[in-house]
Nanobody, 127 residues
Framework: QVQLVESGGGLVQAGDSLRLSCAAS????????MGWFRQVPGKEREFVAFINRSGGSTYYVDSVKGRFTIARDNAKNSVYLQMNSLKPEDTAVYYCAARRSMYLSRTYVQQNDYEHWGQGTQVTVSS
């Protein structure tokens, strides 16, 4: 079982940057694909970014392409989400998720694809 803990959220102004971190424990994440999701009250949890086990393949929701970057450091058992040019519509609770996968080429973008979740970190972007 892998445990995930997010950090790095906060209150920023539009145009600012934040870097979210997701620290894993219990198992090495090198066997897991990782994703970031976000959720605002009253809405479904939304896929944000995906990274495969090696870090060589990433995928983003259209609304964050060119602004957000997902990365991983398997040696540190951590995943990151660099968020630049933040907008008020990026305000949400951000969740890290993990799924054990043997596939290097498959992309996972659905909530139900993931087996393990962190508790979330709040990101608030003021205009």
């Amino acid at each position: 079982q892998v445990q995930l803990v997010e950090s790095g959220g906060g209150l920023v102004q539009a145009g600012d940057s934040l870097r979210l971190s997701c620290a894993a424990s219990g198992r090495t994440i090198s066997d897991y694909v990782m994703g970031w999701f976000r959720q605002v009250p009253g809405k479904e949890r939304e896929f944000v970014a995906f990274i495969n086990r090696s870090g060589g393949s990433t995928y983003y929701v259209d609304s964050v392409k060119g602004r957000f970057t997902i990365a991983r450091d398997n040696a540190k058992n951590s995943v990151y989400l660099q968020m630049n040019s933040l907008k008020p519509e990026d305000t949400a609770v951000y969740y890290c998720a993990a799924r054990r996968s043997m596939y290097l080429s498959r992309t996972y973008v659905q909530q139900n694809d993931y087996e393990h979740w962190g508790q979330g970190t709040q990101v608030t972007v003021s205009s």
